[in-house]
């Protein structure tokens, strides 16, 4: 009788913590934010895209997955006004120079594998696509309560982003555009 009240205990305690399901949280688009900055030579430009949707998945309080597209076309410059070479940039950088915007409307982001670091920090891989280029990369994220961000580094060229890079081209001098271009992302859900 003993054996088979433990056994019956451990059977609820199994299936209790089995039920444990994942919550997905959907990412507040309008509230949320990306800035972007591309440097090169002689100088850097900043701006903005937006995020068309996104969710983070939780299991519990931990982080357990996410995934997120982002909307190519909404990508502006805010490092310069109208009349400064403003829509010269936006439109160069929405051609297939660099991003392809009328072809490759969205990128996405897919987590694959998180790592708790503690204080509600995650190492997280995920497969990074733009123009239809997929690749793996790896940054940290902070999560307090309904919000997340972090800070990610992309190079570029594994993406077929080769314009202006001095990895591929020579002589460029101050033409030159570095490969690495640089997220902060800022998430409300």
């Known amino acids: 009788m003993k054996n088979l009240k433990t056994i019956l205990l451990a059977v609820l305690v199994t299936v209790s913590t089995a039920t444990i399901s994942a919550q997905t949280k959907k990412v507040d688009v309008a509230k949320s934010k990306i800035n972007w900055v591309g440097k090169k030579v002689t100088g850097q430009h900043d701006g903005t895209v937006n995020l068309k949707d996104g969710a983070l998945v939780f299991k519990g309080k931990k982080l357990a997955g996410g995934s997120f597209t982002v909307d190519m076309n909404s990508l502006v410059a805010t490092d310069l006004k109208a009349g400064e070479g403003k829509e010269k940039l936006e439109g160069h950088?929405?051609?297939g120079d660099f991003f392809g915007t009328d072809k490759y409307a969205t990128s996405t982001l897919v987590f694959k594998t998180i790592a708790s670091k503690g204080k509600n920090v995650y190492t997280v891989t995920a497969d990074l696509t733009i123009k239809d280029k997929t690749n793996p990369i790896t940054f940290d994220i902070t999560v307090k309560g309904n919000t997340a961000s972090a800070a990610l580094k992309v190079d570029r060229t594994k993406?077929?982003?080769?314009?202006?890079?001095?990895?591929?081209?020579d002589n460029l001098g101050d033409k030159t555009i570095y490969d690495d271009f640089e997220l902060n992302v800022a998430l409300q859900f």
Request: proline share 0%; no cysteine.
């Open 159 to 169: 993406y077929d982003i080769k314009y202006g890079s001095g990895s591929f081209f």
């Open 93 to 95: 950088l929405k051609s």
